[in-house]
């Protein structure tokens, strides 16, 4: 074995000597897609698939993991402000409103089931899917 052997890359060849190719499958991140953005489609993913496991008398609300264990709001909206901000609009258990805006990499929101508060319970988890799917901007 020669120093030049060791630094010389080598190719895999097949049986008909032809070189083997590897290509790896990265998930698609669309270029015009900002932090933000890109945090929100799948804040709004995950909502909307949460609602699909709730009981008929529970709606989504968020646990705010950064304010301690008491603090929880029924979320009502989200939203992203420029490349890095997610906005969770809301109202507090005693229904005052409540708005949440948090840099991209401080969001730590754990959903879970309050109990419905009006005659029917509120799906945002469509809405949010709606504005993905082409209102343009959900802010």
Not at 67 to 72: L, Y
Not at 101 to 108: F, R
């Given at each position: 074995?020669?120093?030049?052997?060791?630094?010389?890359?080598?190719?895999?060849?097949?049986?008909?000597?032809?070189?083997?190719?590897?290509?790896?499958?990265?998930?698609?991140?669309p270029k015009s897609r900002n932090?933000?953005?890109?945090?929100?489609?799948?804040?709004?993913?995950?909502?909307?698939?949460?609602?699909?496991?709730?009981?008929?008398d529970q709606e989504v609300g968020a646990r705010l993991t950064t304010?301690?264990?008491?603090?929880?709001i029924s979320i009502d909206d989200v939203g992203y402000w420029g490349p890095d901000m997610i906005i969770f609009y809301g109202h507090d258990s005693k229904g005052q409103p409540a708005q949440l805006?948090?840099?991209?990499?401080?969001?730590?929101v754990m959903l879970v089931a309050v109990k419905v508060e009006n005659a029917s319970p509120r799906r945002i988890g469509f809405v949010l899917m709606d504005k993905l799917e082409g209102e343009g901007d959900p802010a």
């Open positions: 074995m020669k120093v030049g052997d060791i630094l010389e890359p080598k190719i895999a060849h097949s049986v008909s000597m032809e070189p083997i190719i590897h290509t790896i499958q990265a998930p698609r991140i932090d933000a953005e890109w945090m929100y489609e799948r804040i709004a993913r995950s909502i909307n698939e949460f609602e699909g496991n709730l009981d008929p304010f301690g264990p008491a603090e929880i805006l948090q840099h991209i990499t401080q969001v730590s």
